[in-house]
DNA sequence: GTTATTAGAAACCGATTGGTCCAAAACACA
DNA sequence: TGTGTTTTGGACCAATCGGTTTCTAATAAC
């Protein structure tokens, strides 16, 4: 019985997420986040707390979203190959450089260089997302030649998890070297050399067939 | 015929670069680098101009002495292998964590994440360092067992530039996982996975022989 | 020693920072 | 319609931001 909310949460944490995106947490000056929220400043300190909160909100609505839709991608059983789930995902990034001309990288990337050292929360939080991507990659890589060759070995998935951490190590290589200025089309190089490198030969890209 | 500077400023700007090091551009106010540097306000502007150029200083500080030094352990040709020289530097991101619990990770790596987006100038100089990081890698693969390989197949130097532009992306994977909170045990595994899956096999650390 | 010149310490600047407070508006429920 | 509750916008806050100015002290050249 009272007056309810004006604005939609999500809505919000998905137009602070984009500021903080874009410009790093210490970047983000609250008129700016506000403006993009499109609320009033009280609104924000009754809803979320203070600016800190929000940048979790919005870290964890990465999470949900974005994270969970490069894991979807990797987990999809509508594209057989997993190289070719690995391929799509890595190729991405050229793409997004090529098509937005978006070099904000990755949030969870930009988040563990610049606030990971100094918060302990978000370091706890950004584990987690990353260790969620090393699952992505190794349910794609079990569904890989390379799997296939590896069970041929005997060798067990003790290998693909290890495959998996240095996949998703590249990945965040790749961002950094996008936001570094590397152009789409060298950094598509790198992603052939090093899927090659990986045993993931198959490697063109694949859409989905639905 | 004037009153000489009380301060060096190649100390100077030393300091503000352990001080934008540990807490980014926009994280490192002017007191902080002031009482880092050990110079008055008025002697900064002075000398430097404003906060970006200092910022720009340390930067190249940071090229001339550790983008060096990183450079030249990967041509040092008293480590006969290549190998032995790119797993001596990528190992040494472990040993930073494991040592001095230094998580600061690579100035170049952070200053591409957080700065190069928005900097043009920074952009262009960030490049510049990377491209030095990728010819140091480049030095030490055409002293490595990869190189005689490739003679034997027949393969130029292209593949050698690729798989050093490689290695460079999978050391910047490596300093954001760093800052992500890995431990020094978990990266040491992701580098010989990735040493070994350059077909840079014999990479136990070797010390230099003088 | 005088002079020209510059370094240095500190006061000072407006703008902006993140954050609080409060009166008024808007709704749910009776 | 009246009442109670909560959101809202905007005024307000001290602190800090990067940057400037001023004035004094130091010193090299003459």
Redesign the interface.
Known sequence: MARPREFDIEVAVEQALQVFW?R?Y??AGLIELLEAMQIARSSLYKTFGDKRSLFLAALTHYDITRVTAAVSLLRDALIPDGEHRIANLLMSIAEAIEKQGD???CFL??T???Q???DKEI??Q??RM?SRMEEGFFCALVASNLKRTLDLNGEGEARLL??A??L??????????A????SAG?IR??IQ??LH???LENMGLVTKKI
């Open positions: 874009s790093g210490e970047g070099r904000r990288g990337c930009n563990a260089v610049d990971a050292p100094h370091a706890e950004v584990r990353m290890k495959t951490r240095v998703n190590t590249v990945y965040n290589g790749l961002r950094v070297m936001k570094a200025g590397y060298e190089t790198v050399a090093q490198q990986n045993g």
